[in-house]
């Protein structure tokens, strides 16, 4: 635009210096001609707008501006005098505009780093409120004003904390896995057309199974001794249990509850018709019947818990679980191999369990 208005300016100055040797007369004709040409172009636009540009605009505007409303009004333009006026106005104001705009910048935007990680507070502590988010950062040593954890919240749309700290059942699954067992009952059918039932329990945080038993009758004693022996086994492994999910089936008698009670673990109920609730333990039972049932033809109850205790071993001693980053309950991942050489001459040997239904993969000796 500054371009465009030099522009206009120099040719103008000459237009001006082509006036200066002419007369009075020659200019009041030359005026009288352009005030036709302007009739004639305003009956062919018909009522049209004539559309300027911001250089066209500026250039009349600082031309006529001294001249007064009455003496604008005689004259031919394609533009009211108002419009002179406001443009002219306008000019002013945008000319005042970048003389005053200040020579330094405003308070500096947030780093992203910072904005990432008050985002990331907020999501993995959604009890906390903007001042315990700003808080946390001046321990951490990052020093951002409360209002401005507040803006970082709210562009982000997330909402206070007391609007966003109800707990859910994943929070509390995540929050108590340490202590928190689950246990379901799921049944076979032998070769003789035999319906057994099978007891297991899970360990949440180390996703440790435990076989408790397979019976045809599960009597409330029987699951009651079962119980008692679930106790027993979280013993061995020094696991402080606090609670135990099950659902609502009938086959848990009233006794089974009152003997985790009593040795100070409490028992909470999965949802009607609600099997996420149980998710862990379910899907175990469903990986059991996919690797094992499935593909084993089941004699009666001593094959039954023969291949039960081998997929036992099996699983907390070599299967890799996900929800664990393929680790195994009772060994970590080893080192990753580094040594070209020896990734160069792996030397891998197969262990067959169960007659080849499970198969275990270990170095060579």
């Not at 690797?291 to 070599?318: G, K, Q, V």
């Amino acid at each position: 635009m500054l371009l465009r208005l030099a522009y206009l300016g120099m040719t103008n100055a000459f237009a001006m210096l082509r006036l200066l040797p002419m007369s009075d007369r020659e200019k009041d004709v030359e005026i009288l001609a352009l005030r036709h040409r302007i009739a004639v172009l305003e009956r062919h636009l018909d009522g049209q707008r004539v559309r300027f540009d911001a250089g066209e605009r500026a250039f009349p505007a600082s031309l006529l501006h001294g001249v007064s409303h009455e003496v604008l009004r005689r004259m031919r333009l394609l533009v009211r005098p108002d419009t002179v006026l406001r443009r002219h106005r306008d000019l002013i104001v945008s000319r005042h505009a970048a003389r005053s705009r200040p020579k330094r910048g405003g308070r500096p935007c947030t780093v992203r780093s910072i904005r990432v990680l008050v985002l990331r507070l907020a999501r993995e502590n959604p009890h906390w409120g903007y001042r315990r988010v700003h808080g946390e950062l001046l321990v951490l040593g990052v020093k951002v004003a409360a209002s401005t954890v507040w803006e970082i919240l709210k562009e982000a749309g997330i909402e206070p904390a007391p609007q966003r700290a109800s707990s859910t059942w994943a929070d509390f699954l995540r929050s108590q896995a340490d202590a928190l067992p689950a246990c379901d009952f799921f049944e076979t059918v032998t070769l003789s057309g035999a319906r057994l039932y099978v007891f297991a329990v899970i360990e949440h945080a180390g996703r440790r199974i435990h076989v408790l038993g397979a019976t045809a009758h599960p009597t409330a004693s029987w699951v009651a001794q079962a119980a008692r022996n679930l106790l027993m086994d979280l013993e061995d492994v020094n696991c402080r249990a606090r609670f135990l999910i099950r659902d609502r089936d009938g086959t848990f008698p009233e006794l089974f509850d009152t003997v985790l009670n009593d040795a100070g673990i409490q028992v909470v109920l999965s949802g009607i018709r609600i099997p996420r609730m149980n998710s862990i333990m379910e899907r175990w039972v469903q990986t059991c019947r996919r690797e094992l049932l499935d593909r084993t033809l089941i004699w009666d109850r001593r094959h039954l818990l023969h291949a039960l205790r081998e997929f036992e071993t099996f699983s907390n001693e070599h299967r890799p679980h996900q929800g664990l980053a393929n680790a195994r309950p009772l060994h970590p991942l080893p080192a990753p191999i580094e040594d070209p050489d020896r990734i160069a001459h792996l030397d891998i040997r197969r262990r067959a369990r169960l007659g080849g239904t499970l198969q275990e993969h270990r170095h060579a000796a």
